[in-house]
């Protein structure tokens, strides 16, 4: 374990369903982050979130939608996805600056 | 956009022999670091260097720093098969605490 727990491990819905990924740290970490790996692409950054407050929204469609409602927790709500969305999402966390703890992922299929 | 760039986007070495991964990255940097990512999980932090630093070690990685060629090295001497992973570099910015990484490099040591 790192430190930075992510639920569910995997998770496959549909198109029309509402999902949402929870990622907690308890490292003490004043910013976390979403970040998108999909095949053959570099990690996206999302969104990032510093002492609570959203700090970056790197373009992102708004059927995904972050929560930060202390800073330990830090939820991905999910809604209308596409077949394209499906990737490894995850969360990471970290002081103001220097080495980012990441969590296992969650893998997401949109059927 | 993509920051940082590693190369090779593969390698395939021999256990026992040394791999080398580089990195190039385009705008100021305030640090640069490396993390390993085993087959779908998540990414583990390995080394983190300033940019005031040029060289730092640990255990068996060593990674350098030339700020004025804008590229990294990463140096894992007496490779072992448990070392198969992709490598990823990432810089932080100097306004703040985002990473952006590379597309990483796919390492394989055979036994």
């Known amino acids: 374990e790192t430190g930075v727990t992510q639920t569910p491990r995997h998770l496959v819905m549909g198109m029309t369903n509402k999902k949402s990924l929870k990622c907690e740290q308890h490292?003490?970490?004043?910013?976390m982050y979403w970040y998108k790996q999909s095949a053959k692409k570099p990690l996206e950054l999302m969104f990032v979130y510093n002492f609570k407050e959203q700090t970056e929204n790197n373009s992102v469609p708004s059927r995904f939608s972050p929560e930060c409602p202390n800073s330990s927790h830090l939820f991905l709500h999910l809604h209308t996805l596409q077949p394209e969305d499906s990737a490894l999402y995850l969360c990471?966390?970290?002081?103001?600056?220097?080495?980012?703890?990441f969590g296992s992922g969650t893998r997401l299929t949109v059927v | 956009s993509q920051q940082g760039e590693e190369d090779p986007q593969a390698l395939s070495i021999q256990e026992g022999e040394n791999a080398t991964m580089n990195c190039s990255y385009k705008t100021s940097i305030n640090n640069l670091q490396w993390y390993r990512q085993n087959s779908g999980r998540g990414l583990v932090h390995l080394i983190l260097?300033?940019?005031?630093?040029r060289e730092k070690h640990s255990g068996r990685l060593r990674v350098t720093l030339d700020t004025s060629k804008k590229s990294s090295s990463l140096l894992i001497t007496a490779s072992r098969a448990a070392d198969t992973a992709s490598y990823f570099c990432?810089?932080?910015?100097?306004?703040?605490?985002?990473?952006?990484f590379g597309g990483g490099t796919r390492l394989m040591v055979k036994p």
């Open positions: 990471a966390s970290s002081f103001r600056t220097g080495g980012y703890t």
């Open positions: 260097i300033r940019s005031n630093e």
């Open positions: 990432a810089t932080e910015d100097n306004a703040g605490n985002m990473l952006t």
């Open positions: 490292l003490g970490h004043n910013a």
